[in-house]
């Protein structure tokens, strides 16, 4: 089974830390994604990438930044932390096919962050 | 971009009863995917289905993609099946992650 594996579960910071997010798949996937997911508002794309050192934003990645220096692993960084960004952060993963297709995306268990 | 929407928002059913969830998209698509989010917060990914029919155990899925819209089924419903479902699409010919709908919220009750 793909296993995608978030590095908290919970996590509360102070407003103005930089907060580290981490994320790593074990299948070898080429494509991974950040999520936050907040009531009323369903997932919404922050980053994504489809390659090592690659990454494209989503639809909300102010106060956000991103890396992936190496395939299997995908941080979520945010800069300067502030309350409007409390939220439940989910990583997933997904392999690159033929053509343009994408297949199943797996998602990690999420890390509820609390900023205060 | 690409619209997605589920019906009904909210769902009460009683245990073993039988349900249908909607997803309607606004384009075509390639690639459609059901999720299950449970109370946990896991979100399992139950099928991928850009068209046709697929089954497994309870839980079956069709899609029409011509008519833009994908129906899931829960027969002899569980509690274990509460939580909230999930359709999400990627518009044809794009190379765009998936758009998320915003889900349809289900509680089975004993």
């Known amino acids: 089974d793909v296993k995608v594996t978030q590095s908290s579960r919970y996590l509360v910071k102070r407003t103005g830390e930089k907060v580290f997010l981490e994320c790593v798949q074990d299948?070898?996937?080429?494509?991974m994604f950040w999520y936050r997911q907040d009531p009323g508002l369903g997932l919404r794309l922050i980053y994504f990438s489809y390659d090592v050192k690659m990454k494209e934003k989503g639809d909300i990645p102010e106060g956000y930044s991103v890396s992936r220096e190496k395939k299997e692993r995908f941080s979520l960084i945010l800069e300067s932390a502030s309350t409007n960004q409390t939220s439940m952060y989910l990583c997933a993963s997904s392999p690159l096919t033929s053509g343009t297709a994408r297949r199943k995306l797996f998602f990690g268990s999420g890390t509820q962050l609390s900023v205060l | 971009g690409i619209q997605v929407e589920q019906s009904p928002p909210d769902l009460i059913l009683q245990e073993g009863a039988n349900s249908t969830l909607r997803c309607n998209f606004s384009?075509?698509?390639?690639?459609l995917q059901w999720f299950h989010q449970n109370p946990w917060g896991q979100l399992i990914n139950l099928f991928y289905i850009p068209s046709g029919t697929k089954q497994n155990g309870r839980l079956s899925a069709t899609t029409v993609a011509t008519e833009r819209y994908s129906l899931l089924y829960i027969s002899s419903s569980q509690t274990t099946d509460s939580g909230v479902y999930f359709c999400?699409?990627?518009?044809?010919?794009?190379?765009?992650?998936?758009?998320f709908g915003k889900g349809t919220r289900l509680s089975v009750i004993a």
């Open positions: 299948m070898d996937h080429e494509n």
């Open positions: 384009d075509s698509v390639n690639n």
């Open positions: 999400a699409v990627e518009k044809h010919g794009g190379r765009t992650p998936l758009v």
